[in-house]
């Protein structure tokens, strides 16, 4: 390898040298010179470690805090606008956009010589204002829209007793058919999530068609099933193999009178005693086929849950359900009361399979 000298390139004098210095310091005086002399709002150019130039970047702060470095203030500004920006895209109207958090723009403080800046790029920073922390924005922008939105109404199922239909049977005379409403909304979101809504106004386009449901009366002569005898004091089967659990129709469980023979004859539920206007649940999932008056019983709920099972809640003060209306295992119906053949307040239930009366102790998790 030839030396510098063997190399035949010319040997800087050191008048050429002092030159060479002079016309650097010279160029960066010139960039400070300009620097000085910007116009004033300007940002000063500085040179960088590595010899880059630059003008200072800004931070874009949330409440304080230095979350993205941009190369500009106009860019910083701009990331911000176009995140708010893109929750104005909404399935309506925008009446009203805020973010929550304090949004700013700041210098970074640097000078000549200092290490290059993590610098983000407009993309970048705007990924990273919205992904956040954990993927959750560092803004949190809330809309005001409001919607015009077309929805179903239900239709109502109406319940006919049917003489000449087993208990437990049913079917469909009238099919019903929902309806449609216009129903127009102001709803407040968070970034782009529904957190409320509030219904402004509703216009029925299509009212719905009531279904008409035969529902069977007529008892059986007998349970048929061949597992034991439902219509006395001696049960022998396995209720839970062929239905479920019910509910418990009460709070608190205090038996007062059980199944079974009593004053000569048959006590066909169990007596619940507790305070008058106590709440009464339905048992299971079914469809009240009576609720009124009945003679001894007083107010009485008489709910009809399928596959032959009905139960009855009896003396009630108040009846909430009406005949027709179709209850969720665990739904308030009733109020305690002692209407119809009582002596005190309480809840008289009863079991009825097939149309004979079974221990309700059997149905129960006590």
């Not at 029925?204 to 009366?217: H, N, R, S, Y």
């Not at 005898?229 to 193999?241: H, M, R």
């Not at 009485?300 to 209850?327: E, F, P, R, W």
């Not at 809840?347 to 221990?359: A, K, P, R």
Request: charged share 25%.
């Amino acid at each position: 390898m030839k030396s510098f000298m063997e190399s035949g390139a010319p040997v800087p004098r050191r008048g050429m040298l002092i030159f060479v210095i002079a016309g650097a310091l010279l160029m960066a005086a010139s960039i400070m010179a300009g620097a000085i002399m910007s116009p004033e709002g300007k940002d000063i150019p500085v040179v960088l470690a590595d010899g880059e130039v630059i003008t200072p970047p800004w931070y874009i702060t949330i409440d304080g805090e230095k979350i993205a470095l941009v190369d500009s203030q106009q860019t910083a500004q701009e990331v911000v606008g176009d995140v708010i920006e893109e929750y104005r895209r909404g399935s309506g109207t925008v009446l009203d956009i805020e973010v929550k958090e304090e949004t700013q723009t700041e210098k970074m403080e640097i000078k000549n010589g200092d290490k290059a800046p993590d610098i983000l790029t407009e993309k970048e920073a705007k990924e990273l204002l919205s992904e956040g922390k954990n993927g959750e924005s560092y803004l949190t922008v809330v809309t005001t829209e409001e919607q015009v939105q077309q929805e179903p109404i239900e239709f109502e199922q109406e319940y006919k007793p049917e003489p000449d239909m087993y208990i437990g049977e049913k079917k469909v005379e009238t099919e019903g058919k929902e309806g449609t409403k216009e129903v127009v909304k102001k709803v407040v979101k968070e970034n782009g999530r529904s957190i409320r809504e509030e219904v402004l106004e509703e216009e029925v386009l299509e009212e719905p068609q009531e279904e008409i449901v035969l529902t069977g009366t007529k008892n059986y002569d007998g349970y048929g099933g061949g597992t034991g005898n439902y219509s006395g004091d001696n049960v022998s089967y396995d209720p839970s193999a062929v239905y479920e659990t019910l509910g418990n129709p009460i709070d608190n469980i205090y038996i007062s009178s059980g199944f079974g023979q009593r004053w000569g004859r048959l006590h066909s539920g169990i007596d619940f005693a507790l305070a008058q206007g106590n709440s009464i649940y339905a048992a299971d999932d079914g469809q009240v086929y009576f609720s009124g008056v009945s003679g001894g019983y007083g107010n009485l709920v008489k709910i009809d849950h399928g596959n032959g099972m009905q139960t009855y809640y009896a003396h009630c003060s108040k009846l909430l359900v009406s005949q027709g209306q179709h209850v969720s295992k665990g739904e308030k119906i009733a109020l305690v009361g002692s209407t119809g053949n009582s002596t005190g307040p309480h809840l008289h239930f009863e079991v009825i399979i097939n149309g004979n009366c079974v221990n309700p102790l059997d149905f129960l998790d006590l």
